[in-house]
C-alpha cells in the first residue's frame, strides 16, 4: 500500500525560513573562513603562515561560490566539509591555548551545519512548491 506523501508547506511559510537559514549559514561560514585566519597567525606568534591559511581555508574556498549564490546543493556539499573542521575543533580542545578558538570553531561549525541543513531542506521544498507540486 503506498503511503500518502505530506503536504507541502506554503510559500508564505517557507520564505521567512529561507532567509533566516541563508543567512545563518553565511554568516558563520565567514565567521569560520575568519576565526581559522586568526586562530593560525595567533598559533604561530604572527609570523607568515600563508601556505598554512591557504590549505586549511582551500576545501571552503571551493565551497564557498555555491555558498554565496545560495545554491542548495552547494549547501549540501559543504555540510560534508564542514565535519572535517569539526574534528578539527575537537582535536584541538586539547591543545591549551588554542581552546577558546576550538570552542568558537566547534560552535561555528555546528551553526553552519544546522542551517545548511535546514537551507537545503527548505530550499527544495520552495522550488517543488514553485513547480507545482502541493
Not at 565567521?31 to 591557504?54: F, N, Q, R, S, V
Not at 553552519?112 to 527548505?122: G, K, L, P, Q, S
Request: include cysteine.
Amino acid at each position: 500500500m503506498a503511503r500518502k506523501s505530506k503536504p507541502l508547506p506554503t510559500l508564505e511559510w517557507l520564505q521567512p525560513r529561507l532567509r533566516v537559514t541563508r543567512v545563518l549559514s553565511l554568516l558563520s561560514f565567514l565567521g569560520l573562513m575568519a576565526l581559522l585566519t586568526i586562530a593560525t597567525a595567533i598559533a604561530y606568534d604572527g609570523k607568515p603562515m600563508w601556505i598554512l591559511i591557504g590549505i586549511q581555508l582551500l576545501p571552503l574556498l571551493v565551497m564557498l561560490p555555491g555558498i554565496l549564490l545560495g545554491n542548495a546543493r552547494g549547501h549540501a556539499w559543504a555540510l560534508f566539509v564542514i565535519n572535517l573542521y569539526f574534528i578539527q575543533g575537537v582535536l584541538t580542545l586539547f591543545h591549551p591555548d588554542l581552546r577558546l578558538f576550538a570552542l568558537l570553531e566547534c560552535s561555528l561549525t555546528l551553526l553552519f551545519f544546522c542551517a545548511a541543513m535546514m537551507y537545503t531542506r527548505y530550499r527544495f521544498q520552495y522550488n517543488r512548491r514553485l513547480a507545482g507540486e502541493s
